[in-house]
């Protein structure tokens, strides 16, 4: 689990399937906790138009042996700059990956979409049912309010 970014100088991916994500031992293991990362200018561009998308990203984590490193997630993220895809395979597969790679005892990433023709779409995902004892704090994003 040596990580490729910490401590290095990087590049921000070409594409999220370039991305690598770096893990470490987490380091209170048998403590469940919840991890939180907000990105709140994640960008992508329209599959159709390849005009920019752009969110605001809530991930949400219970560790089990590893954690995310920050770095790695914050290049992993920028990749998505260049990437068409719709939000909700944005979304999705962000989380799933995450989830996948990292295996947490659970994950959930809440995507709350900027208008796109005038309407917002807001994308949820999550890995099961939040485990018992942990904090869930509600992710914080108000709704979009437009001019109103």
Same mark, same amino acid.
């Given at each position: 689990m040596t990580p490729k970014h910490l401590g290095q100088t990087? *590049?921000?991916?070409a594409s999220p399937e370039q991305a690598v994500l770096d893990y470490v031992p987490n380091p209170r293991p048998g403590h469940p906790y919840l991890v939180r990362f907000t990105q709140p200018e !994640? *960008? +992508?561009l329209c599959p159709v138009t390849g005009q920019p998308d752009f969110a605001h990203l809530v991930i949400d984590y219970v560790p089990d042996a +590893?954690?995310? @490193?920050s770095k790695s997630l914050k290049? !992993?993220?920028?990749s998505f700059?260049? &990437?068409?895809? !719709? &939000? @909700?395979?944005?979304t999705v597969g962000i989380g799933e990956r995450l989830f996948r790679e990292m295996a947490p005892t659970w994950l959930r990433i809440g995507g709350y979409w900027y208008p796109r023709g005038g309407m917002p779409i807001d994308v949820f995902w999550q890995s099961g049912a939040p485990p018992a004892g942990v904090w869930l704090p509600d992710q914080g994003v108000a709704p979009y309010r437009g001019r109103g």
């Open positions: 990087s *590049t921000l991916p !994640f *960008t +992508s +590893s954690i995310v @490193e290049l !992993f993220l920028g700059r260049n &990437h068409q895809a !719709f &939000h @909700e395979d944005c």
